[in-house]
């Protein structure tokens, strides 16, 4: 039987003294489409952050293709296990400095061609590209921040409530990328959200209360 | 030489001091007791220091004159390490900056010859060097605290897209450097009209000829230019690693 892609076990945080996540034990299987639900203040973000290695637990261990995520170099890992924050910040001045960036960190000549492609499949045409990131809207900024994780394909990519924020027209938008990335390319996908639509979609919810997880349903 | 102060001027002198403390009891500034010490603090210190010069250059001994440098970098790292509010190793980076960028620039200027190596010149000019490395360090260290405090959100989308520490930091780092190499170069813009500099003015009040004074003014300059640019680079690259803990996190 293949290894699980990702697996957490015993997961715990603390901070100041204050138990965040207790317990968490997880497997994630090449191909998931994992949805984690929760309460505000259940853990849901600290959990994802300490996947995609922002954080390291207190206790407990995670390991990525059988292997604890210590023993890899942070850099590739992220490249790997691709996070997405809640709300996006982008960098630089224009939105070509931030679809830059990911060929700039791997040391690989910029591909323009795939930028705008990846823009068109968000919905952003390529006068996009030499936009300022002061003149777009949260939406916009969003996508582009979504961009930025898949123009290199990772193995699993970690999205923190990154719907949240958006509009009902931006919301499908993404909704339907992150679809299309799971079903087609195979990309695992692991969702923090409140949204129902996206909860339906998932083939996995896990859900935290006080930082402890309820058994997969 | 046309040196006219004695021990009477001096004390007459101290009637300006008189007037900084009736400004200050005049406007209730609360800062007399910080006046009186600052100026038992610079008599004491002057003299101390003016008899230890006295007696190193009379000396005249390499082993002593480099001593005596040593000291001034590690007093100006020991300076420089407490502006930087809580980055570690701090003090360690700073005398590494100091004590790399006091050293190039010294050779530098002697080996053109501009610069003797006897003490009552070296001692001078290291100090002149330290301080100025030791106020741009500072610069640096205020500079990288703001940014990464203002900047952390970028900083943690660019780790999580898997940057290393310096392709995350880069623009902090340059920011960084340009902040503490920025003062010495408004300086030296307005060098000679706004400001008759210490070195020459030194000179001119001891007499030199002021067309001579400048050649040490203009050597002086491009010393301060080397030797901020060193130590801010220096400082910058070796401190921002700080920031991150041993698993490429940024620390909270």
Same mark, same amino acid.
């Given at each position: 039987m293949e290894a699980p892609l990702l697996k957490t076990t015993n997961l715990e945080f603390e901070v100041d003294g204050k138990t965040i996540l207790k317990g968490i034990t997880l497997t994630i299987e090449k191909g998931d489409f994992?949805?984690? %639900?929760?309460?505000?203040g259940s853990g849901k973000s600290t959990l994802l952050k300490i996947i995609a290695s922002m954080l390291s637990p207190t206790e407990g261990k995670?390991?990525?293709?059988?292997?604890?995520?210590?023993?890899?170099?942070? %850099?590739?890992y992220r490249k790997e296990v691709s996070y997405c924050f809640q709300t996006a910040t982008l960098f630089g001045e224009t939105v070509k400095d931030n679809l830059t960036f990911p060929y700039d960190i791997r040391n690989q000549p910029f591909n323009e061609k795939k930028a705008l492609s990846a823009l068109k499949s968000v919905g952003l045409g390529k006068e996009y590209l030499t936009k300022s990131v002061h003149a777009l809207s949260g939406g916009e900024k969003q996508r582009v921040a979504l961009i930025r994780n898949i123009l290199f394909m990772p193995k699993v990519l970690l999205l923190d409530e990154v719907t949240s924020a958006l509009d009902e027209e931006n919301q499908t938008i993404i909704r339907s990328l992150i679809r299309n990335l799971n079903q087609e390319q195979g990309i695992t996908i692991v969702w923090v959200t409140h949204n129902t639509v996206e909860i339906q979609s998932s083939n996995r919810i896990?859900?935290?209360v006080n930082g402890e997880m309820e058994e997969p349903k | 030489m046309n040196l006219a102060i004695n021990n009477a001027s001096l004390l007459f002198a101290t009637a300006l001091?008189?007037?900084?403390?009736?400004?200050?009891?005049?406007?209730k500034l609360g800062l007399g007791k910080d006046i009186l010490i600052g100026v038992v603090r610079a008599v004491i210190q002057l003299v101390a220091v003016g008899f230890l010069l006295g007696y190193v250059f009379n000396l005249n001994n390499?082993?002593?004159?480099?001593?005596?440098?040593?000291?001034i970098i590690f007093n100006a790292s020991f300076n420089a390490g407490k502006k930087s509010n809580g980055i570690s190793n701090a003090f360690k980076i700073s005398f590494i900056a100091i004590l790399t960028a006091t050293s190039l620039t010294l050779v530098v200027l002697l080996l053109s010859g501009a610069v003797l190596f006897i003490p009552s010149q070296v001692i001078p000019i290291s100090g002149m060097i330290a301080s100025n490395s030791m106020i741009a360090i500072g610069i640096c260290y205020r500079n990288l605290n703001a940014k990464f405090k203002d900047q952390r959100q970028q900083v943690l989308e660019k780790l999580a897209l898997g940057a290393n520490l310096k392709q995350a930091s880069?623009?902090?780092?340059?920011?960084?450097?340009?902040?503490?190499?920025?003062?010495?170069?408004?300086?030296?813009?307005?060098?000679?009209?706004?400001?008759?500099?210490?070195?020459?003015s030194g000179l001119m009040f001891a007499g030199v000829d002021p067309t001579h004074a400048i050649k040490y003014q203009i050597m002086v300059t491009f010393m301060l230019l080397s030797t901020t640019s060193i130590a801010s680079v220096m400082a910058s690259y070796m401190a921002y690693k700080e920031f991150y803990t041993e698993s490429k996190q940024l620390k909270n």
């Open positions: 994992l949805t984690i %639900t929760g309460p505000s995670l390991c990525y293709q059988n292997k604890p995520v210590e023993e890899y170099e942070p %850099t590739d896990v859900h935290l | 001091v008189g007037i900084a403390l009736i400004v200050v009891y005049k406007e390499i082993i002593v004159t480099l001593a005596l440098v040593l000291v880069i623009t902090i780092v340059r920011d960084s450097i340009r902040s503490g190499m920025l003062p010495t170069i408004e300086s030296a813009k307005t060098i000679g009209i706004v400001s008759l500099p210490g070195m020459m």
